[in-house]
């Protein structure tokens, strides 16, 4: 099955997530079919704290992809963002 999943980065204290569509059986931070944007919880100044291509993730979810819960809530922020 294929998830919409966050994959983490970035430094010990200073998380950094890429929302990645990967195969459920990868692990976390492993292989991934594609990346469709990033959640950067601690932003601060002009940081971005969420950039997401929600047509790609609409796309995947026509072709069977699950989001996670996590994922859902960044995806419905994003709804907000752009109205």
């Known amino acids: ?8 980065g970035g430094a ?3 998380p950094f997530y890429h929302v990645v569509v ?3 059986r ?6 991934n079919i594609e990346r469709v944007g990033y959640y950067n919880p ?4 002009n940081d971005k704290r969420l950039e997401l291509d ?5 796309a995947w979810i026509a ?3 699950q989001m996670t819960d996590k ?5 419905k922020e994003a709804g907000k963002l752009a109205a």
């Open 22 to 24: 990967t195969d459920q």
């Open 1 to 8: 099955m294929v998830k919409i999943r966050l994959s983490r």
């Open 63 to 65: 072709k069977g992809a």
């Open 54 to 58: 929600v047509s790609k993730v609409e």
């Open 26 to 31: 990868s692990p976390r931070d492993g292989r």
């Open 42 to 45: 601690v932003a601060s100044g």
């Open 71 to 75: 994922v859902r809530a960044l995806v």
């Open 12 to 14: 010990k204290g200073r």
